[in-house]
């Protein structure tokens, strides 16, 4: 039976076809270059023969995989971070909608794992190498990223989701990024708060160390100070202190959050209304509130389930969008050929920060 044979060869399609082995070649990896008659001929012969080109074959001679690579995290993971923008709810819904957009383009997306204490340098070197993979979306960008730098010394190209938070301005243009306007959404949610009749506004986020109130060098330095410079517009205050000192920054978790909350109604009863750096946080301090029988208007960050379960005001990141123009930068407007940004004119596309919006829940 035709089943039991032995599947046929490039050679077998060549001699069927009357062609030599670069013309059948070109018919499948470069149909432009073969007349319309000859590549009939061929592909009549692909189809008696019942033949299948082998796709990795393929992708070593045209060094194009047609595929992205991006990582992911566990649960475990993205609980241990003090930042968790890319991990978790956020992570899980950036890796499905680039999926999906990819899909449409006909682009496979490769995902990777890298745990805290792994070289993920060595990873992105071993993919490169395997020419498994044509670019990358990186997330979780820190400052001096190993990763960027092996990336642009390697030409291999990249896009990164997340700011180059402390980098110098020249590194910071030396590569493509798309990143979340954290400081806009925290302070829309302290006018949304100010608008309903609310003056002592609070906000907990996380200690990163390195607060600025007017050089943030960090996403949680980002949401800080959205909050902060809002409120100080809105109290028309031109100290460049937070004179109510109505803020606590923890780590990224439920307990920590109630804790911050706990020592903001201890040193501030008259506290209002609170702007909390993500879901988490929110959920937490509404904990909090709840077991002391008490309610005031809270915000998070991400608009996650948490946020519509609990019912509280939340940021969308507007994620489907956000995995959307990465393909673009990344590949065009259509097709499904990635490309290295040219630097000197990738600024209007691989350069931007977008707004998130505000959900409310008042």
């Not at 299948?52 to 047609?66: C, E, F, G, V, Y």
């Not at 690579?69 to 993971?77: E, F, G, M, Q």
């Not at 829309?188 to 608008?195: E, N, P, Q, V």
């Not at 000192?245 to 020592?263: P, Q, T, Y």
Request: hydrophobic share 35%; proline share 4%; charged share 25%.
């Amino acid at each position: 039976m035709r089943d039991n044979k032995p599947a046929s060869s490039i050679i077998s399609v060549a001699k069927e076809a009357g062609v030599s082995l670069q013309t059948v070649s070109n018919v499948l990896n470069f149909p432009e270059r073969v007349k319309p008659e000859t590549t009939e001929r061929v592909m009549q012969a692909i189809n008696k023969l019942n033949y299948t080109p082998n796709l990795s074959a393929r992708r070593l001679r045209s060094k194009k995989s047609a595929s992205i690579a991006v990582r992911v995290d566990s649960n475990a993971s993205a609980g241990s971070s003090s930042e968790g923008l890319y991990t978790g709810y956020i992570q899980d819904e950036f890796v499905y909608e680039v999926v999906k957009a990819a899909e449409v383009r006909d682009v496979k997306v490769i995902t990777y794992t890298c745990d805290p204490d792994e070289d993920e340098v060595k990873k992105l070197k071993k993919l490169v190498d395997s020419r498994d993979v044509d670019g990358f979306l990186l997330t979780s960008t820190v400052e001096d990223d190993p990763r960027l730098k092996y990336l642009i010394q390697s030409n291999v190209p990249f896009l990164s989701f997340g700011r180059p938070w402390a980098s110098s301005d020249e590194f910071a243009s030396s590569y493509p990024w798309i990143d979340i306007d954290g400081a806009s959404g925290t302070a829309d949610a302290t006018k949304l708060f100010w608008d309903l009749g609310h003056r002592n506004i609070g906000f907990i986020g996380w200690k990163t160390f390195s607060v600025q109130p007017t050089n943030p060098r960090s996403v949680g330095d980002d949401r800080f100070l959205g909050w902060s410079k809002s409120l100080l517009e809105l109290l028309n205050l031109k100290s460049k202190k937070i004179s109510t000192n109505f803020f606590e920054l923890g780590g990224e978790s439920i307990s920590s959050a109630r804790d911050s909350a706990r020592k903001l109604i201890a040193k501030f009863p008259e506290l209002d209304a609170l702007v909390c750096a993500s879901d988490t946080l929110a959920l937490g301090a509404q904990l909090e509130y709840r077991g002391l029988k008490k309610s005031i208007p809270i915000s998070g960050f991400d608009n996650s389930p948490t946020s519509k379960v609990f019912n509280f005001t939340s940021l969308d990141q507007n994620i489907p969008e956000i995995a959307a123009h990465a393909l673009v930068v990344l590949m065009g407007e259509s097709g499904n050929t990635v490309a290295k940004v040219n630097s000197s004119k990738k600024s209007e596309q691989a350069n931007l920060i977008f707004k998130p919006k505000l959900i409310s829940r008042i």
